[in-house]
């Protein structure tokens, strides 16, 4: 079974810039969405960006449009998170996550398979 590893999180200010990574195991053939979620403390976790693997076309939520931009390196087997112009409300404990079969991406959690083991990013006032 595919693996996920993400890193690149840490404790930054307000305005700081961050990249997340998530790097796959193993290469996987077919349709799959892979997306970003992000669970703050006695919140829900909730979906941030995703990029459809084969075509690329992506998808982010609202309030992180015109500051995080999600991308992938084939190459690699990599996913990318930059995220700039980082504020408080964006900490929390960033998941990585596979949808396999499928090229729609969503935001409903209980709709992907794999789960990375998550990476802390914490934005000080």
């Known amino acids: 079974q595919v693996q996920l590893t993400e890193s690149g999180g840490g404790l930054v200010q307000t305005g700081d810039s961050l990249r997340l990574s998530c790097v796959a195991s193993?290469?996987?053939?077919?349709?799959?969405?892979m997306s970003w979620f992000r669970q703050a403390p006695g919140q829900e976790r909730e979906f941030v960006a995703g990029i459809e693997w084969r075509g690329g076309s992506t998808d982010r939520r609202d309030s992180v449009k015109g500051r995080f931009a999600i991308s992938r390196d084939n190459a690699k087997n990599t996913m990318y998170l930059q995220m700039n112009s980082l504020q408080a409300e964006d900490t929390g404990v960033y998941y990585c996550?596979?949808?396999?079969?499928?090229?729609?991406?969503?935001?409903?959690?209980?709709?992907?398979?794999?789960w990375g083991q998550g990476t802390q990013v914490t934005v000080s006032p």
């Open positions: 193993a290469r996987t053939v077919g349709r799959y969405v």
């Open positions: 996550a596979a949808r396999f079969g499928d090229q729609n991406i969503v935001g409903d959690p209980t709709s992907y398979q794999i």
